[in-house]
């Protein structure tokens, strides 16, 4: 009896190591990236949820955030937002909200050091910058018509389908295919707008202030189904010092400040009824 006992055990054993060890792997991102705490989604208010997402860095053994914000496009609309419409020449993310009134905001696309946003850049009111870039860089669109957001490849965008628009990249995920990218395993801060596989949009930024992540990991994090996130189409945006992020909804708030103030930055709204 004790030896069909131990039997039993030993073969209990077997069948939960390999079920640790895939857990385990389900967790790694890249090589070197672990993820500690996928939390869940939080609702804030009808159609806007939130979660953080705790990575390790196994080389520096540094930890990041990665924090989310997902909304639903049948209740919440983006719109481009312009710093130069509030008489002001750059704002942060928190600005940006409290003057247009949004419930989050994040920080666009690309600009000078005067400030002058790059690429092709399209808001409500006027068509800022008429130029669809050809630069190696900017190969994605972010874009609403009609009240519905998209993300497309610059290539397959034309300015009149368009209300609001603004031009960004490197394009990582379109129409869920990985987009191939050349020098793309730097480290750093970003910040990203996608889509997912219900048309919900999404939206993030690493809290790290050295290191962050690789335009791989954000690909593989956004992609794989045990990630949870299940995006099909996925823009990097302008990263760096101008990583920024703010919501408040009811009694939550979040603001994840950059070290400088941006020209452009991505409003989110109630849809109109």
Do not use: C
Not at 170 to 186: D, I, Y
Not at 216 to 242: I, K, M, V
Request: proline share 3%; no cysteine; aromatic share 10%.
């Amino acid at each position: 009896m004790a030896k069909l006992h131990a039997l039993s055990a030993y073969l209990l054993l077997l069948s939960v190591v390999p079920f640790a060890s895939q857990a385990q792997q389900a967790l790694k991102i890249g090589t070197t990236l672990a993820v500690t705490d996928w939390r869940t989604w939080n609702t804030l208010r009808k159609g806007v949820e939130f979660r953080k997402i705790t990575m390790e860095r196994s080389e520096s053994g540094a930890t990041l955030e990665f924090k989310l914000l997902r909304f639903d496009s049948g209740l919440i609309v983006p719109r481009v937002l312009y710093a130069d419409q509030f008489h002001l020449k750059g704002a942060s993310a928190k600005t940006f909200a409290e003057k247009s009134g949004a419930i989050a905001a994040i920080n666009a696309n690309y600009f000078d050091e005067k400030g002058r946003p790059l690429a092709y850049l399209k808001t409500a009111q006027k068509e800022v910058n008429s130029t669809v870039s050809k630069h190696a860089l900017y190969t994605g669109i972010f874009g609403v018509r009609e009240l519905v957001p998209f993300v497309a490849h610059r290539d397959n965008f034309q300015p009149s389908q368009a209300s609001e628009a603004l031009q960004s990249g490197p394009l990582l995920l379109n129409k869920g295919a990985v987009e191939m990218l050349n020098g793309s395993a730097r480290y750093a801060r970003r910040s990203v707008i996608g889509m997912d596989k219900e048309g919900r949009i999404l939206i993030g930024v690493t809290d790290a202030v050295l290191g962050g992540l690789s335009f791989p990991e954000l690909q593989e994090l956004f992609t794989s189904s045990n990630r949870r996130l299940d995006a099909t189409d996925l823009l990097n945006l302008d990263g760096g010092g101008s990583a920024q992020l703010y919501v408040k909804a009811g009694k939550f708030e979040e603001w994840l400040s950059g070290t400088s103030e941006v020209p452009v930055a991505i409003g989110f709204f109630a849809k109109p009824n």
